[in-house]
């Protein structure tokens, strides 16, 4: 809805912080929030720049929509 996109992937220009997300996803807190994006980072499948994320694999999340 927010993305953009640019030659490395989708660039979110919305700026965000790990507790925005915990609200927006439901998630009780943002220790939760912090593994998952760890997580998705080292297994780049996203960036984070200045509280902006840039989605690398679209299709990789995709699988977790329905």
């Given at each position: 809805?927010?993305?953009?996109?640019?030659?490395?992937?989708?660039?979110?220009?919305?700026?965000?912080?790990?507790?925005?997300?915990?609200?927006?996803?439901?998630?009780?807190?943002?220790?939760?929030?912090?593994?998952v994006i760890r997580g998705l980072k080292?297994?780049?499948?996203?960036?984070?720049?200045?509280?902006?994320?840039?989605?690398?694999?679209?299709?990789?999340?995709?699988?977790?929509?329905?």
């Amino acid at each position: 809805m927010f993305g953009i996109q640019t030659q490395k992937g989708i660039f979110i220009d919305l700026q965000v912080t790990n507790e925005d997300i915990a609200n927006f996803c439901g998630i009780t807190t943002r220790n939760s929030v912090n593994r998952v994006i760890r997580g998705l980072k080292e297994k780049h499948i996203i960036q984070v720049k200045n509280n902006r994320i840039i989605v690398l694999d679209m299709d990789y999340l995709k699988q977790f929509t329905k």
